[in-house]
């Protein structure tokens, strides 16, 4: 990177940091954190230089631990992008080998790495797009009894499953341990996307308190590469607005997503105060 280019990123986050320090002079000052080096500066600079994004959220970022459950059709785009624009910590949740009729949707995989672990596959590729982010593979399915022992300091978890059964287990884990969430599904050329802040707003739950009966699968309905690429990639950003702290994150409502017609409605939902999961009782 020119030095003047250099110069004109540590000009616009030094302009942040001032306004910063004016807005809290009157506040308790914490410690002083240390600028961000001139490789990171370089890596993260075309979101450095948004007028939404900051040091201070690239630094949230670097302090972040996120768990993605499931490393599939949406677990790709989600994990690459987070691990992209500098999430510090990624676990990746996935009992699964990688198969032949993966590779179409699910970009992190590629046709040598078939039969491998996809968890570890995931992880050999995150760490060559990102070596500062660590990468933590589980290669175990998540259920309601492990659930709460792969979530725990989690900052956020982004749910890129493909079963309701999985969705309701990290549902009322994140519920229970108050940990924010991203959901999201994707079957054919449709799927919706839902942000969730336990405790403050309404859950996967609440929005759907039951799954559908005779849900189809991937397998027998099949999904478009793109679809899930574009739903994972709006679960990506919801995920990165939540930990960043950027304003009206897509919370107490879900985005229904029909690709085929190009049609996004936006469904606001409100907490249940019997929901089983974050309810009152
Ligand atoms: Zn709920």
């Known amino acids: 990177m020119s030095s003047s280019r250099r110069g004109f990123l540590r000009e616009i986050a030094g302009s942040v ?23 990171r500066l370089e890596r993260y600079s075309r979101q450095l230089v948004l007028p939404e994004w900051s040091e201070a959220a690239q630094r949230a970022l670097a302090d972040a631990s996120v768990v993605v459950v499931g490393a599939g059709a949406l677990g790709s785009p989600v994990a690459l992008y987070l691990a992209g624009a500098g999430v510090g910590r990624l676990g990746i949740v996935d009992a699964d080998d990688v198969e ?32 500062e982010v660590v990468v933590e593979p ?50 054919g050329m449709s799927g919706l996307v839902m942000g969730i802040r336990p405790g403050e707003g309404a859950c996967y739950r609440c929005a759907f308190p039951a799954p559908p009966p005779d849900a189809p699968s991937c397998a027998t309905a099949g999904v478009l590469g793109p679809a899930a690429g574009v739903i994972g990639s709006l679960q990506a950003l919801e995920a990165l607005k939540l930990l960043a ?19 996004f409605l936006r469904v606001t939902v409100s907490r249940r105060p019997d929901c089983p999961d974050c309810g009152d009782a």
């Open 245 to 263: 702290g950027l304003p009206d994150p897509l919370t107490d409502a879900f985005l229904q997503i029909d690709l085929a017609a190009a049609d």
């Open 138 to 187: 589980y290669q175990v399915s998540l259920e309601p009894g492990n659930a709460a022992g792969l979530i725990e300091g989690a900052d956020l978890v982004v749910d890129c499953s493909d079963s309701f059964e999985t969705r309701y287990a990290v549902n009322a884990a994140c519920c229970a341990a108050r940990i924010p969430l991203v959901e999201a599904g994707v079957l």
């Open 17 to 39: 940091r001032d306004v910063t320090a004016a807005a809290q002079s009157a506040a308790p000052r914490e410690p002083a954190a240390a600028p961000i080096d001139d490789a």
């Open 100 to 131: 032949l009729s993966n590779l179409h949707r699910q970009l992190l995989h590629f046709t040598p790495d078939l039969g491998v672990p996809k968890a570890h596959s995931a992880a050999a590729k995150l760490g060559f797009l990102n070596p």
